[in-house]
């Protein structure tokens, strides 16, 4: 079994370390023997707010969250 860790400490908007992170996380998630868990810390956290208001052209991080919590892979 392969297990990794993301700790995710950027705004969820401006760059796009935290949606690449979250990608790569549910990709990861996805194949069988990997447990992936996800830590959110400093402005990571906001990434978790409920009913974001996601700036035009950007993706919605807090859905991202949402299906990898549905798994039990985030923690703040």
């Known amino acids: ?3 990794y860790l993301f700790v995710l400490n950027d705004a969820p908007y401006g760059n ?3 949606y690449n992170a ?3 996380a549910g990709a990861l998630q996805k194949r069988p023997g990997n447990s992936v868990r996800v830590f959110l810390q ?3 956290v906001s990434s978790a707010v409920r009913g974001q208001d996601t700036p ?3 993706y919605n ?3 991202m969250l ?3 919590a549905s798994h039990g892979a ?3």
């Open 1 to 3: 079994m392969s297990r």
């Open 16 to 18: 796009e370390r935290t």
């Open 22 to 24: 979250l990608r790569w």
């Open 42 to 44: 400093g402005d990571g």
């Open 56 to 58: 035009t052209g950007f």
């Open 61 to 63: 991080v807090e859905r």
């Open 66 to 68: 949402r299906l990898l």
């Open 74 to 76: 985030v923690a703040t």
